[in-house]
Each structure stands twice: as structure tokens, then as C-alpha cells.
């Protein structure tokens, strides 16, 4: 069975760009989350969906980020314009959620973000 | 605020060795305490995950401590092994919440 798919794996822009990140979550997954993590730190949640609603968005800066999962499956996360600070890796992961039960998070192998 | 703290920042042990990695946490609503390994490039993996209602849990050569009194917790790898070379995160997840809070990370290594 296929994991969290990612992609790219790797951009590097410039500062002021935009960029978009992609995460094909494991089939019959509801819950989606993006994490960033920054250099020697642990991941920070940005954003979780259940199914196409995104249900906690507290720390995601919506200044300069987007999200969207069209569908219920794929999910996008956009940063307009990129800044020095959000050099990065972005994480997607995924679970099943029945009713209040939540079963393990899987993670994607992320995007390294680089901006210059 | 750091609500979940973890120490050492890195660890180096021989073959054969005993790491042990240390968490602690204030928020008493917490009630889910899992590990995560991390190899560079890969996304973090679930190794090893306990409740508050008991206080050590084993799997294979991993295993939780668990001290709700002193709100801590902490993993052991018995007989290490070069492979288990890795970042190894803690993290916290409150009652009915999906978010969780994590460590900074501990950087093992294990020489052989």
C-alpha cells in the first residue's frame, strides 16, 4: 500500500515568489494535516482537514497561506509571497477518524522549502 | 511556550547500549503520549505510544516509562543498534484533540 505522497520534494525560490506544495494522503484517510518543520525543531501543525472541511486553522498564517482539499482527498498548500523565514520542510500527513476515535497519523516524506 | 520539553538535544551511544530520552509536560489535559522516529528525509514514524493509565509500556526493544506525577516520560532502546540512528521525537496530544505537540527532537547515534 502506498503512503503519504508528496511533491515536490525539494524548491528553492526566491524571496516574494509563491509556491505551492501537493499531498496525496493514504486511501480511506479523512484527516489531513500540514506540519512545518524547521530546522531542528519538531513539526507544527499548520492546518487539519476532515474530509474537505479544514477544521482547525489556528496556526496557519493566513496572511501569505492557503489550503485546500477539493474533494475530500488531495490537498494543496500555498504560500504567496514566500519570505526568508518560511524556509522549511512541509509535512502532510494523514489518519482515519471514526466518530471520536483517531487512529496513528501517517507522514509524507515532506518538501524542503528554500527560500533565498 | 514550549508546552512539551525533551532532553537530551542529541545522544551518542555504543552498540549495545541503553539510550534514554526524557520528555516532560505541563498541561495536565493531556492523555496521549506517543514516539516518533525521524530518519533524514523521511517524514516522522509512530514507534511507541502510551496512556496516562499505565505507567511503562514495551514493544520489542522499546520501552515508556511513564510518571503521571511528575509529568514525565521517557524512552528506552535496549540493545541499540547502528540502525537505530535517527531523530527521535516526543510528542502530547490533549483529550478529544487531534493536535499534537511536539518535542524538539533528540539526535541518536548509535556507533557500532
Known amino acids: 500500500e502506498a503512503g503519504v505522497v508528496q511533491s515536490p520534494r525539494y524548491k528553492i525560490i526566491e524571496k516574494k515568489q509563491p509556491v505551492a506544495f501537493w499531498c496525496n494522503p493514504i486511501s480511506g484517510h479523512n484527516t489531513l494535516y500540514w506540519y512545518r518543520q524547521n530546522l531542528g525543531q519538531g513539526p507544527e501543525l499548520l492546518i487539519r482537514y476532515e474530509n474537505e472541511e479544514a477544521v482547525d486553522d489556528s496556526q496557519l498564517p493566513k496572511d501569505r497561506f492557503s489550503a485546500e482539499r477539493l474533494k475530500g482527498v488531495d490537498s494543496t498548500l500555498k504560500i504567496q509571497p514566500a519570505e526568508l523565514g518560511d524556509s522549511a520542510v512541509y509535512l502532510c500527513?494523514?489518519?482515519?477518524?471514526?466518530?471520536?476515535?483517531?487512529?496513528?497519523?501517517?507522514f509524507g516524506p515532506g518538501t524542503r522549502l528554500t527560500v533565498l | 511556550q514550549q508546552q512539551v520539553k525533551q532532553s537530551p538535544q542529541s545522544l551518542i551511544v555504543q552498540k549495545g547500549g541503553i539510550p534514554i530520552i526524557n520528555c516532560a509536560y505541563e498541561n495536565t489535559a493531556f492523555d496521549y503520549f506517543p514516539w516518533y522516529q525521524q530518519f533524514p528525509g523521511k517524514g516522522p514514524a509512530l514507534l511507541i505510544a502510551?496512556?496516562?493509565?499505565?505507567s511503562e509500556k514495551k514493544e520489542g526493544r522499546f520501552t515508556i516509562s511513564f510518571n503521571k506525577s511528575a509529568k514525565q516520560f521517557s524512552l528506552h532502546i535496549m540493545d541499540s543498534q547502528p540502525g537505530d540512528s535517527a531523530t527521535y521525537f516526543c510528542a502530547a496530544r490533549k483529550g478529544g484533540s487531534e493536535k499534537l505537540v511536539f518535542g524538539k527532537g533528540t539526535k541518536l547515534t548509535v556507533n557500532p
Open positions: 500527513a494523514s489518519s482515519y477518524r471514526q466518530g471520536t476515535r483517531s487512529y496513528e497519523q501517517f
Open positions: 502510551i496512556r496516562p493509565d499505565v
